[in-house]
């Protein structure tokens, strides 16, 4: 079950020292740099190449983590301010304690029996928003449950119009869940070529266990249709529902702008559109009433010789930053990321890869770790860098310098 942990990251790190004086240890390491390796020892072969890899050479991934280096943040001294950061932040008119989220990650239960009903459950315990993916191993309404009184929002990937019933069926299940946003992931229409996976012969979908398809198999609609086409219940045929499902949700290149209006027709909260990269969709996105993106390249899973996720959202933010909330995600691991993605002008940054190695590391727990320590680190960071708050006021482009510009 859920329990509510009033967060206070500072008062966090006081606690561990104590705890450090009593020989109690944290589950595993704070050292963020340490999670991938810790959490690929414990993995098959499969879950770490599935996790850890990205697409072709993995270029895009890796200037996805140099593009952080280039910035660097300027303390500045004598700043006197009462008590700590204040890291909250207000998202569609809801102020939320902190300024990160639970990117959505499918198929979590490959890295631990529990997947995302652990991870459900870590975000919520650190009022952290827990977006869920449509690759999902566990069914909306479980997902919801874990989550308890958390903020929760739902990730969409997009059947074609041919089959915008189901669209709507997924829809409305969110929403009768609790989902009060809407992020609709662009860029994964159909999968990056990822040779790790290839190299394994692994496919998030193509599994013997069924592991990413629950939301698609317990869809009434899409078992109906199932039904009519095959002539036969999905679970007499499960290969077959499983084919079927993956078609629907990676179909290809099948929707445009305009299709947009379909969702929000049908989706009663905020629209977020994911995977934004240029300021000409960006403007689209303005153009098109949605209430937020973000700024991602899929942790560069999907194109190989792409730019940096972080090398783009400063000219986005000039373009559109005024008319709409921008997210930010692809190679956050610390909270010196964090602070310096907000300071080019993201109003949260989601957080992908490492809270899966948390997960994989020590479940629910874990997870938990993963979030608290990264929130931890943004405070003192903002802290000891005299900046008062994680509000544009305070945490903005004044505080970073160029490496580049230094010599
Ligand atoms: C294992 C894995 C599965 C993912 N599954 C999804 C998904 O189902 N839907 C989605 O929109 N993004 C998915 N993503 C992308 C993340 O939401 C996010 O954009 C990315 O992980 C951010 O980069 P980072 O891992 O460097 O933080 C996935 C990422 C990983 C690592
Ligand atoms: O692996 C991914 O990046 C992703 O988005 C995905 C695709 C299919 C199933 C689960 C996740």
Redesign the pocket.
Known sequence: MTKHVDPNPIEYEQLIYQKGLRYERPPFTFQPQEWERLASERMSAESKG??VGSAGTGET?RK?REAFARWSIVPRRLVKYDGFPDLSVNVFGQKLPFPIAC?????QRIFNPEGEIATAAAAAEQSVPF?M???SSTSIEDVAKANGNGVRWY?L?WPPNDHNDITVSILDRAQKAGFSAL?V?LD?YILGWRPSDMDNGYNPFLRSDKIGVAIGLTDPVFRSHFKEKHGCEVDDDLEAAVAEWTRTVFPGMSHCWQDIKFLQQHWKGPIVL?GIQSVEDAKKCVEIGVQGI?V?N????QSDGGNSSLGVLPRIVDAVGDKLEIFF????RCGADIAKAMALGAKMC?????Y?YGLVLGGEEGTSHVLKSLLGDLELTLHLAGIQSSSPNHLNRSVLIKEDDLF
């Open positions: 599935y996790v991934a996805n990117a959505p990650v499918g198929v977006i993916s449509t690759a990730q990937y992020f992931t994964t994911k973000v991602s899929h942790g560069g899973r995600d692809s190679g956050i989601l957080i992908g890869r490492p899966i």
